[in-house]
């Protein structure tokens, strides 16, 4: 679509409006995308010696609320189907397995999830803990 001007048509287009839309879209990206990793809320255990979890897509998460329920990144599965959820998604593709477990759940569960990942042939798991809160005074 061409624009009449003052002496004849204007055949560019205006790309200004476009890159504005651009911009900000961008910007709201930027802002939403790490509230969209954030997964299901536990009560972690403390620990001294704490590591950030990794925020590439090499690993999952698996998540033991005090509930019982168990989440594999975000999507809940129950016991039963957790061997073959982790064969599929951790063994064969190859990534890396991380464990949150709500420091309320009993240790007998979170020893049956362990059993359920061995047997689903992963040797390396890591565990998720949260820093102890330092009170300043």
Do not use: C, W
């Not at 560019?12 to 839309?21: A, H, Q, Y």
């Not at 001294?48 to 809940?76: C, M």
């Not at 593709?93 to 420091?103: I, V």
């Amino acid at each position: 679509m061409a624009i009449k001007t003052g002496g004849g048509f204007l055949n560019e287009i205006n790309v200004t409006p476009f890159v504005d839309v651009m911009l900000v879209l961008l910007i709201i990206f930027m802002v939403t995308a790490p509230l969209m990793t954030q997964g299901v809320e536990v009560d972690l255990p403390t620990t001294r010696t704490v590591r950030n979890l990794p925020q590439d897509s090499e690993h999952l998460v698996l998540t033991v609320r005090k509930d019982g329920r168990i989440f594999l990144d975000e999507y809940q599965v129950s016991m039963d189907e957790l061997e073959d959820h982790l064969k599929r998604l951790v063994a064969g593709q190859k990534k890396q397995l991380f464990l949150r477990a709500d420091k309320e759940v009993p240790y007998g569960t979170v020893v049956q999830v362990m059993g359920e990942i061995k047997a689903a042939g992963i040797d390396k798991l890591g565990i998720v803990a949260e820093e102890p809160k330092q009170d300043r005074k």
